[in-house]
C-alpha cells in the first residue's frame, strides 16, 4: 500500500466522548507523525458533521452516560467510522469509547444497548467503580512495552473470541473480566487508559502510526516522554 501524501486523523465527537484530555491523543499521533517528516492534519468530527470514512485513524475518546448514549446513536445513524473500520482504517477508542464500538453496553437506565459491534465485546456494570492509576502488560505480540494510565470507569468489559487482550492488568482494574485490560480486534484498540494514554505510551502511539504508515517507522525517542513514563511507572510501583 503506498504511503497517502497526507495523514489523516480523525478526533470523532470530541464534545460528546472527550473527557480526561482524551483529545490529546489525535494531537499527539499527529506530532509524532510531523516530527518524522510526515505531513500530518487533525480533522475534528463534531455533532454537526458526518463522519468521514476515508480517513487514516480514528480517536474516540471517553464521556459521561448520556454523552455516550447520544454518541451511539449519531455513529448508527452516519456509519462513516464503520466503513472506514471495513477497509482497515486504524482506531484507537477509550472508556466510554471503547465500549460503544463492543456488541452491547449498559447504560445508567440500566438497560443494555447496541454498540456498532466492531468490538466482541460487550460491557455490563462493575460492582464497584474502578479510580486510579493502572500498570498493563501488554500482550507479548504486539511488541510494545509495560503501560500506564489513570482509569475512571464503571463498565466491566467482557471479551468474546473474536477480540483479544490488550495487556494484563498488573495494578489497577482494567476491564473487569479476567485480569485483563483493553482490546485488539484487527487494526481497533480499545483501552480504559486515560492520560492521554498516547502521551503517556509512546510505543502505543507509534505501533498505531505503524499500521496505518504501513511500515516500521524511524525510532523517535522524547527524554520528556520517558521521562513522565518512568516517573508513573516508578510512583504506581511504589504503592
Known amino acids: 500500500m503506498s504511503q497517502p501524501s497526507r495523514m489523516r486523523v480523525a478526533l470523532v465527537l470530541p464534545e460528546l466522548l472527550g473527557t480526561y484530555g482524551d483529545r490529546g491523543n489525535a494531537t499527539v499521533l499527529v506530532q509524532r507523525l510531523r516530527w518524522r517528516g510526515i505531513d500530518a492534519e487533525m480533522i475534528e468530527v463534531s455533532g454537526d458533521t458526518p463522519v468521514p470514512a476515508d480517513c487514516d485513524i480514528y480517536v474516540i475518546g471517553g464521556g459521561e452516560d448520556i454523552a455516550q448514549l447520544a454518541a451511539v446513536r449519531w455513529l448508527h445513524l452516519h456509519p462513516g467510522l464503520q466503513r472506514a473500520v471495513a477497509r482497515g482504517a486504524v482506531v484507537l477508542a477509550v472508556c466510554a469509547g471503547f465500549q460503544i464500538l463492543g456488541t452491547s453496553f449498559a447504560g445508567t437506565d440500566g438497560a443494555m444497548h447496541p454498540g456498532l459491534g466492531l468490538f466482541d465485546v460487550v460491557t455490563r456494570p462493575l460492582s464497584r ?43 489497577g482494574i482494567g476491564n473487569g473480566f479476567d485480569g485483563v485490560e483493553g482490546a485488539v480486534q484487527g487494526r ?24 496505518a504508515v504501513g511500515h516500521p517507522l524511524a525510532p523517535l525517542v522524547l527524554e520528556e516522554t520517558e521521562a513522565l513514563r518512568h516517573e508513573r511507572l516508578r510512583r504506581t510501583a511504589s504503592r
Not at 479510580?131 to 475512571?152: C, D, H, K, Q
Open 129 to 171: 467503580r474502578a479510580i486510579g492509576e493502572i500498570v498493563v502488560e501488554p500482550a507479548p505480540g504486539l511488541g510494545i512495552r509495560s503501560l500506564t494510565g489513570f482509569e475512571n470507569h464503571g463498565g466491566a468489559t467482557q471479551l468474546g473470541p473474536g477480540a483479544a487482550p490488550l495487556g494484563r492488568v498488573v495494578t
Open 188 to 211: 481497533i484498540v480499545g483501552t480504559y487508559l486515560h492520560g492521554p494514554v498516547l502521551a503517556r505510551n509512546p510505543d502505543l502511539a507509534d505501533l498505531l502510526l505503524t499500521w
